[in-house]
C-alpha cells in the first residue's frame, strides 16, 4: 500500500529554520506531483506548496513565497520542504500529499502523510 511518511518536525525559535521530509513507498514517486499542507490549531488544513513530477515547476502561496523551499529526489521517492526564517504562525501540523497531476495536488490529493509538527517559539 502507499505510505507517505514526514518527519524533521520539531520546535524551533522565530527566525530558525528546518528541513521536512516526506519519504514515498508503494507508488511511482516519479509519476506523482507532490504538495505539502499544514494545520494550525483551530484552523483548516491549508495548501503550502506542490512541485510537479520533474521537479520543473514549483508553486508557494503567499505567506510562504521566499522563505520556503519545496524540492525532490526521485531516485529517493522523497519531497522536502525548506523552510526558513520561520515565524511562530507557521506553527502547525505539516503534511505531505501526493497526486497523480498538478492541478490536483493543491485540492484533492490522492494520498497523505500522517503529519509532523512544527512549533515555532516567539
Known amino acids: 500500500q502507499v505510505q507517505l511518511v514526514e518527519s524533521g518536525g520539531g520546535l524551533v525559535q522565530a527566525g530558525g529554520s528546518l528541513r521536512l521530509s516526506c519519504a514515498a513507498s508503494?507508488?511511482?514517486?516519479?509519476?506523482?506531483?507532490m504538495g505539502w499542507f499544514r494545520q494550525a490549531p483551530g484552523k483548516e488544513r491549508e495548501f503550502v506548496a506542490r512541485?510537479?513530477?520533474?521537479?520543473?515547476?514549483?508553486y508557494y502561496v503567499d505567506s510562504v513565497k521566499g522563505r520556503f523551499t519545496i524540492s525532490r529526489d526521485n531516485a529517493k521517492n522523497t519531497v522536502y520542504l525548506q523552510m526558513s526564517s520561520l515565524k511562530p504562525e507557521d506553527t502547525a501540523v505539516y503534511y505531505c500529499?501526493?497526486?497523480?497531476?498538478?492541478?490536483?495536488?493543491?485540492?484533492?490529493?490522492?494520498?497523505w502523510g500522517q503529519g509532523t509538527q512544527v512549533t515555532v517559539s516567539s
Open positions: 512541485i510537479s513530477w520533474s521537479d520543473s515547476s514549483t
Open positions: 508503494g507508488l511511482t514517486f516519479s509519476r506523482y506531483a
Open positions: 500529499a501526493a497526486a497523480p497531476s498538478w492541478a490536483t495536488v493543491a485540492t484533492s490529493p490522492k494520498y
